[in-house]
């Protein structure tokens, strides 16, 4: 199988699955909270395909990650690649998701499950990638994306996802004041699917009381 067949296979499979998710989730109400004040720490673990672009040509290799969010707003990542020709780094960065407390505060929810959940997964991270190249190199790395509700039962496990994202990894120094050279920079775009743990905190007593006090 030829490496355009290959990367023809992913996006077919995304697409599949994708199309899957949305049907299983479409008619579902939502409360626009969707369990996050109950089991508000969330830790998830994920892995699947992906593909880093090298002088225009795309190289196929396989990203695994492991996330711990605080309340679906923001937490931690380690994501590591591992590709034949692009090789090997770890990633360990900060993950940010604004849109739910945005949404939530300002009461703009859909009240569609699977619509609120898949504008709420939208993310960005940012934080220092390290090169398994033998040099001990450091990159700057960044990266967005969000994810797609295939199955979601209220409890511990919180149910299977498809996260679909980029990251860009910068290993050259002149990225401070120059242009960075296209050896040292790649694009990686990856599909995981990712199994979400939800555990209980004491978010809901941060909640303030809806009554009045007399």
Do not use: C
């Not at 360990?92 to 009240?111: C, E, I, N, S």
């Not at 939208?122 to 450091?138: C, H, K, R, V, Y």
């Not at 743990?197 to 009045?212: A, C, H, I, T, V």
Request: charged share 20%.
């Amino acid at each position: 199988m030829t490496r355009g067949a290959r990367l023809g296979v992913i996006a077919g499979s995304i697409l599949v699955l994708s199309s899957f998710g949305a049907s299983a989730s479409a008619q579902r109400q939502g409360d626009g909270l969707y369990g996050r004040w109950d089991r508000g720490l969330t830790l998830s673990f994920g892995a699947g395909p992906g593909a880093t672009w090298l002088n225009g040509k795309a190289d196929p290799n396989v990203v695994g990650e492991a996330r711990f969010l605080v309340a679906d707003v923001a937490g931690l990542v380690l994501s590591g690649r591992w590709g034949p020709d692009s090789g090997q780094h770890l990633f360990l960065g900060v993950d940010l998701r604004p849109l739910f407390p945005a949404l939530f505060f300002l009461y703009k929810q859909t009240w569609n499950e699977f619509a609120d959940l898949l504008l709420q997964s939208i993310f960005l991270e940012i934080g220092p990638a390290f090169l398994l190249d033998g040099n001990q190199s450091t990159a700057l790395g960044v990266g967005f994306g969000f994810a797609i509700p295939l199955y979601r039962p209220l409890t511990t496990v919180r149910g299977l996802w498809l996260r679909i994202a980029t990251r860009y990894v910068n290993a050259d120094p002149s990225y401070r004041n120059a242009q960075p050279t296209s050896d040292r920079t790649q694009w990686t775009l990856y599909a995981t699917f990712v199994v979400r743990l939800g555990f209980k905190s004491k978010l809901s007593r941060w909640e303030p009381s809806r009554y009045r006090r007399r």
